[in-house]
């Protein structure tokens, strides 16, 4: 059982979201910088690329701030956020050697796997937000002297940084296979444990990670076995 209800959770992001505001509006900026740097990657032959380096680094701090919320704000909803804090910063770590430090990762559209990548890396940062306001879920906060609706945004919040970072895994191609499963194995984790949250809790938009996380998989399986 959930120990919060859907209008507890939303209230509560829309609450985070007045204390650190403008902090989940920047971090969705750096994801969408992510997003389009993987798009026009220099291609799957390019690791260790600047561009490369760029698009892990920006996902390990979506990673880290998520990994951040979880420890310091959720963890006041949820007494199990600390530990899913924890899993956060581990990935955030595995995307800094592999992607940054030892440079084995490359991105770049490649074919239909490439399309399904974009199309998810859209739903990530702009398609998400905005099911949570159309959906009537969200909830609103004040800022900068308007009332705004707490949507979800990717590189602030779990959901939409893990579907976005499936995303542009679909768009990479690892220096060895293992990993690119090294990298999956915690967003599609966390894909399948929230989606069941997901479904407790009615929301539509959440089972979006798991769609993701099936692509990749599928991709993934298609090019390595």
């Known amino acids: 059982m959930i120990s919060f209800t859907r209008d507890v959770y939303f209230q509560f992001i ?13 971090a969705l900026g750096l994801m969408v910088l992510a997003a389009g740097l993987a ?17 892990a680094a920006l996902l390990a701090l979506g ?29 955030a770590a595995l995307l800094l050697w592999f992607g940054v430090v030892r ?34 879920h969200a909830a609103d906060f004040e800022v900068w002297g308007g009332t705004w609706t707490a949507g979800r945004l990717a590189g602030a ?8 970072t499936l995303a542009l895994l679909l768009l990479s191609k690892p220096a060895r296979a293992w990993i690119r499963w090294a990298l999956l194995a915690i967003p599609l984790t966390w894909a399948g444990f929230w989606g069941w949250h997901a479904w407790e809790l009615g929301l539509a938009a959440d089972w979006l990670p798991v769609v993701g996380g099936a692509a990749a998989v599928l991709q993934s399986f298609k090019r390595f076995t």
């Not at 798009?39 to 698009?55: D, F, K, M, N, S």
């Not at 919040?157 to 976005?164: H, I, R, S």
Request: net charge negative; charged share 10%; hydrophobic share 55%.
């Open 39 to 55: 798009l026009r990657g220099a291609g799957p032959e390019a690791e260790g690329g600047w561009t490369a380096r760029a698009v």
């Open 103 to 136: 440079g084995k990762i490359a991105f770049g559209m490649q074919g239909v796997a490439g399309w399904i990548g974009a199309a998810l890396a859209v739903l990530a940062v702009v398609g998400w937000p905005l099911l949570d306001g159309l959906s009537g």
């Open 157 to 164: 919040l779990p959901g939409p940084t893990v579907l976005l």
């Open 14 to 26: 829309a609450d985070s979201y007045e204390w650190l505001w403008p902090a989940p509006l920047v």
């Open 63 to 91: 990673w880290a701030a998520c990994g951040m919320f979880h420890l310091e704000v959720f963890s006041m909803l949820n007494f199990m956020a600390p530990i899913y804090g924890w899993v956060f910063l581990l990935q």
